[in-house]
């Protein structure tokens, strides 16, 4: 070894001794404190650290109770209120379904009513056609009295031109398919809650 190394070896063993004397001191320390608190349970002594009493204990486990009661209880009128508003919802919806439902079979009155005027009117002219072929220049009486019918009859559902009636049985079954796929349809797209 070198001369000029030998500086550090007091160093180092101070280093050494001090890092001894902290471990011993820490142990001591640490046993003291635990063979104390031994003989303390052992002799039956009460340690002057305060201890909450059992009253304060459940006080407090009752607050602890009863804030997450009270949470539960929030969760659960939360819960309430989201069904509530589905509930209604679905009551808007199916109100709405009905009103639609109206609103097609009025539609298809409607649809009725102008289909039976305009065949009505087809033959109106047919017959207007056929009467100024046969008199030129003259307005039947006639006639007359079958436009007026057509514009009173607009109410009826009957169709009735002179005495002929119209054939509407395919707009009926038309109409009847319409009202059953709409019914159909209505029953696929309930809400179910």
């Not at 201890?51 to 009128?77: C, M, P, R, Y």
């Amino acid at each position: 070894m070198h001369i000029e190394m030998l500086w550090t070896i007091p160093i180092v063993s101070f280093v050494i001794f001090v890092g001894i004397v902290f471990y011993f001191a820490q142990k001591k320390t640490l046993q003291s404190d635990l063979k104390s608190e031994v003989l303390k349970f052992n002799n039956g002594t009460i340690s002057l650290t305060p201890h909450l009493s059992s009253e304060v204990k459940l006080q407090e486990l009752e607050k602890a109770i009863s804030a997450v009661t009270d949470s539960i209880n929030n969760q659960q009128n939360v819960i309430d209120d989201f069904k509530r508003e589905k509930i209604d919802c679905s009551s808007e919806i199916n109100d709405l379904k009905d009103k639609l439902r109206e609103l097609y079979k009025e539609y298809d009155i409607v649809v009725s009513e102008n289909y039976s005027l305009r065949a009505k009117l087809k033959k109106l002219k047919e017959d207007k056609n056929s009467q100024n072929i046969e008199l030129p220049g003259k307005v039947p009486k006639d006639m007359k009295n079958d436009l007026s019918k057509v514009a009173d009859s607009s109410d009826s559902d009957d169709i009735e031109i002179t005495q002929d009636k119209v054939n509407l049985k395919l707009y009926e079954d038309t109409r009847i398919m319409s009202v059953t796929t709409l019914n159909e349809d209505f029953q696929h797209t309930n809400v179910n809650f």
